[in-house]
């Protein structure tokens, strides 16, 4: 048991966020939290690392608990490069690693100089000592585990590269690095895949399934909590409830249970009803009154069902337009791409048709955002809309709204001939409350903004779509409605996104961007995949096939090698007998080290001293003999 929490409960201001709260968390156990924004996910992380205190309930951690923490926006600075400062998280191996090599330096003096067998003692119990600290610590791979992570998170070309350069979400991807690497008994991620490219998350999908501690991770990704988590924690209406299995699982289990409850409260209601029109008939009839007074006792003792909780009504999107395009909506011919003096695309091909629906795909910093927005605002002559072209654009940073007007005059002062009452029915359909329509833009959430600018979107009335990561910052229920509404859209939609499953809900085809190069592949993510997986395999094919010609042309150089004269291979066949006996003679003598210094290093051997001396000075014959055997092998190489 890692944590656990008996009827926890929490506000703010005296307003109930958290009530009543019961969950245990395991070694090992990997959980998921689910829940609407503004329902407490992130707050129940506080409370678990001690930054908030409960109101009443008790939370138990496990003593000496290592928790690692990773927050939204946790990246951190520092003047370090990337290599160093996760370096930094192997300095104990590093120094054991350095002490047993000074070990060894001092075991091998004290043979050549024959001291003491009391010094040469201690020092092979503190080798062994080190030697097993090693070992249990798997020091000797630090390195191959430092760069395992930072390649996996996109900074395999970037060791060098000063942190403080970095941008927030290479910081936090570097944060994330070094809590994967530190490997704590419990690993708390808020939205980690939020700065990730799809590759990317695939590397922490794929690392954290071999992962030892336990898993916490609040995430709106719908792909990676089904392959990374067992448990899904659901918070809401201040409750929480736990669902076996993964996202899938559990929108299984919620739909059941809904209709559960539903049932068993329906039939609650028909018992109480039945009960209470038998009372009301018979109460008065001498006749009836007993059978009416048991009727009395058995619905006093009906236990009480609560009416289930209705959810808040989702937002819903609907995305219309006034006039269709032509049937070409985007053609580009050989055009490239520049950002900072950089080229991300070049010599690129891309055309859309009325009605194509189409996910950009890539990693961070290919030139996905730089393209659509070159789309968009017609910055690229090379990129030509069609005829009666209207394009919508959703900016990812929101940079469209302005931060000093309301909620409500954002969105109505670009519906000049609406009233109040039609915008604010709008705003209310997209998410926003009656209580939000007065706040100021700059006020608002990551999610109240995106659902500001996607009700802006709706009425631009685009036939031509273009959103970059549209589902940041919106809740489970929001990417589902936008989901539907972009499948129910006919006009023509261009996305960037990370969301694996919102790009197979709506995407039916997918460009990739990589190495400067535009790919398109027809089919949605699924057949993408589908296909990368075949690309791969016909490399590793294509790779097998060079391989298996170059054998052939080696066999086919050494075939021609007979036609050399008499002396010429006897003289070779000589040179490989005398390589091959020395090679033979070389692990011979490697062997016999090795199994030497395991003997030293061994209790029995090391406080015998004159087992030890001998065993030293036939050491010493073995290392010369192994030098003479080396200098002989370079004469015939």
């Known amino acids: 048991m890692l944590i656990t929490a008996e009827n926890l409960n929490f506000g703010y201001a005296g307003e109930p966020l958290l009530e009543g709260l019961c969950f245990t968390l395991n070694e090992g156990e990997r959980v998921g939290v689910v829940g609407g924004n503004g329902e407490g996910k992130t707050t129940l992380i506080r409370l678990i690392l001690g930054e908030l205190t409960p109101d009443s309930g008790v939370l138990f951690k496990k003593n000496g608990i290592r928790i690692g923490y990773l927050a939204q926006n946790g990246g951190y600075d520092s003047q370090n490069s990337a290599y160093e400062e996760m370096r930094g998280v192997f300095a104990e191996d590093i120094r054991l690693l350095e002490a047993l090599s000074e070990t060894e330096e001092e075991i091998a003096r004290c043979a050549s100089h024959d001291v003491r067998d009391r010094r040469f003692s201690e020092l092979s119990a503190r080798y062994e000592n080190l030697t097993k600290r090693v070992a249990a610590?798997?020091?000797?791979?630090?390195?191959?585990?430092?760069?395992?992570?930072?390649?996996?998170?996109?900074?395999?070309?970037?060791?060098?590269?000063k942190i403080s350069t970095m941008s927030g979400g290479e910081k936090t991807r570097l944060k994330l690095c070094r809590l994967l690497l530190e490997e704590p008994d419990l690993l708390i991620l808020d939205e980690p895949t939020n700065h990730l490219d799809i590759k990317t998350v695939f590397f922490l999908e794929d690392y954290l399934a071999s992962y030892k501690g336990a898993l916490f991770t609040v995430s709106h990704d719908r792909f990676f909590l089904d392959r990374t988590v067992k448990i899904i924690f659901e918070i809401e209406n201040k409750r929480l409830c736990a669902f076996k299995g993964n996202y899938t699982a559990y929108k299984k289990l919620k739909a059941d249970k809904i209709a559960r409850e539903e049932k068993e409260y329906e039939a609650y209601l028909e018992e109480t009803k039945k009960l209470q029109a038998f009372i009301d008939k018979n109460r008065v009839r001498a006749t009836s009154a007993r059978a009416a007074q048991d009727r009395v006792k058995k619905l006093e003792a009906l236990e009480v069902k609560e009416k289930p909780f209705v959810p808040p009504i989702p937002p819903s999107f609907s995305f219309t337009y006034d006039v269709p395009s032509y049937e070409n909506v985007l053609d580009g011919e050989n055009f490239s791409v520049e950002a900072g003096?950089?080229?991300?695309?070049?010599?690129?091909?891309?055309?859309?048709?009325?009605?194509?629906?189409?996910?950009?795909?890539?990693?961070?910093?290919?030139?996905?955002?730089?393209?659509?927005?070159?789309?968009?605002?017609?910055?690229?002559?090379?990129?030509?809309?069609?005829?009666?072209?209207?394009?919508?654009?959703?900016?990812?940073?929101?940079?469209?709204?302005?931060?000093?007007?309301?909620?409500?005059?954002?969105?109505?002062?670009?519906?000049?001939?609406?009233?109040?009452?039609?915008?604010?029915?709008?705003?209310?359909q997209a998410g926003l409350s009656a209580e939000d329509v007065y706040k100021n833009v700059s006020a608002l959430s990551g999610g109240e903004r995106a659902k500001l600018a996607l009700a802006v979107l709706e009425n631009e009335h685009g036939n031509f779509l273009i959103l970059d990561e549209p589902t940041n910052h919106l809740d489970l229920p929001a990417r589902e409605a936008l989901e539907k509404a972009l499948q129910k859209f006919d006009g023509t939609l261009l996305i960037v996104s990370h969301d694996r499953y919102f790009i197979e809900a709506v995407a039916g085809e997918i460009a990739e961007i990589e190495n400067q190069s535009l790919t398109l592949y027809r089919g949605g993510y699924e057949a993408y995949l589908a296909k990368k997986r075949e690309a791969a395999a016909a490399a590793a094919k294509e790779r097998e096939e060079k391989e298996k010609a170059a054998y052939l042309y080696a066999r086919e150089q050494k075939k021609s090698s007979s036609h050399q004269s008499r002396e010429e291979r006897a003289a070779e066949a000589k040179r490989r007998q005398k390589t091959s006996e020395i090679e033979k003679l070389v692990a011979a003598l490697e062997a016999e080290e090795a199994a030497l210094t395991e003997e030293i290093s061994t209790p029995e051997i090391a406080q015998n001293y004159p087992e030890l001396q001998k065993r030293c000075a036939r050491l010493e014959e073995v290392h010369k003999a192994l030098d003479e055997a080396y200098a002989e092998y370079e004469k015939y190489i």
């Open 137 to 161: 610590r798997d020091s000797y791979n630090f390195e191959v585990k430092l760069k395992t992570v930072l390649n996996g998170m996109g900074f395999a070309e970037r060791y060098e590269q």
């Open 341 to 428: 003096g950089k080229i991300l695309l070049s010599h690129a091909s891309f055309s859309l048709r009325r009605g194509d629906k189409c996910a950009i795909v890539g990693e961070n910093g290919t030139g996905k955002s730089t393209l659509v927005k070159e789309i968009a605002r017609g910055k690229n002559r090379d990129l030509r809309l069609g005829r009666f072209v209207r394009v919508g654009y959703y900016d990812q940073e929101n940079a469209e709204l302005n931060g000093n007007e309301t909620v409500l005059s954002e969105l109505w002062g670009r519906r000049v001939l609406s009233d109040q009452t039609s915008v604010r029915k709008d705003l209310a």
